[in-house]
């Protein structure tokens, strides 16, 4: 009898421990979203997109804000990429340069993006960011705040709704390289 009261412990935690090894759990598949590509020959400035940077706290999670400025990443639903690689790669292919294109005659452009996110309470995409062009000896710099409204919280649309602000972020910084290209 005394054996078993010294052996009932180890019985009991095997028990419990065969209980967690054999009870199921739930598996979520984790999902990747990209950009959308860019509408071919929509932007006809000539730049060079030399850098993009990436100073907020996004990740390769989407990241989400709330209220009380609670900020919460996405462990199910993640970019493909870190977001200054796909923001780089989607400017990039929306002001893509013919290949004739001389070196000396494109503006020079380096971003840094300093929001990429969701706003759940105001149900809108954020993407911010600062940029600098350089063009012969002309210098701009700027800022953008694009918000792009969110239809629903589904990944896709979320994804589509940063597509959406990124393909406004490279309209604006095409017409600031047509400004600084013609002198204006």
């Given at each position: 009898?005394?054996?078993?009261?010294?052996?009932?412990?180890?019985?009991?935690?095997?028990?419990?421990?065969?209980?967690?090894?054999?009870?199921?759990?739930?598996?979520?598949?984790?999902?990747?979203?990209?950009?959308?590509?860019?509408?071919?020959?929509?932007?006809?400035?000539?730049?060079?997109?030399?850098?993009?940077?990436n100073d907020s706290p996004a990740q390769s999670r989407?990241?989400?804000?709330?209220?009380?400025?609670?900020?919460?990443?996405?462990?199910?639903?993640?970019?493909?990429?870190?977001?200054?690689?796909?923001?780089?790669?989607?400017?990039?292919?929306?002001?893509?340069?013919?290949?004739?294109?001389?070196?000396?005659?494109?503006?020079?452009?380096?971003?840094?993006?300093?929001?990429?996110?969701?706003?759940?309470?105001?149900?809108?995409?954020?993407?911010?960011?600062?940029?600098?062009?350089?063009?012969?000896?002309?210098?701009?710099?700027?800022?953008l705040l694009i918000k792009e409204k969110i239809k629903?919280?589904?990944?896709?649309?979320?994804?589509?709704?940063?597509?959406?602000?990124?393909?406004?972020?490279?309209?604006?910084?095409?017409?600031?390289?047509?400004?600084?290209?013609?002198?204006?």
């Amino acid at each position: 009898m005394k054996s078993f009261t010294r052996l009932l412990p180890v019985l009991l935690l095997a028990a419990c421990c065969t209980g967690c090894v054999l009870t199921p759990r739930s598996h979520v598949q984790r999902e990747y979203y990209d950009l959308q590509s860019p509408v071919a020959g929509k932007n006809n400035a000539l730049l060079m997109v030399s850098a993009v940077s990436n100073d907020s706290p996004a990740q390769s999670r989407m990241l989400f804000r709330f209220a009380g400025n609670r900020m919460v990443h996405d462990n199910n639903n993640c970019w493909v990429q870190m977001p200054e690689r796909m923001l780089q790669r989607y400017l990039e292919q929306a002001f893509a340069l013919p290949d004739n294109t001389r070196l000396s005659k494109t503006a020079s452009l380096r971003c840094t993006i300093t929001a990429f996110e969701f706003d759940m309470i105001k149900s809108e995409a954020v993407l911010a960011m600062k940029y600098e062009m350089r063009y012969d000896l002309r210098h701009e710099a700027g800022t953008l705040l694009i918000k792009e409204k969110i239809k629903s919280n589904a990944p896709t649309e979320l994804a589509d709704a940063m597509s959406r602000a990124a393909g406004k972020a490279a309209e604006q910084i095409g017409r600031a390289a047509g400004k600084i290209r013609s002198g204006n």
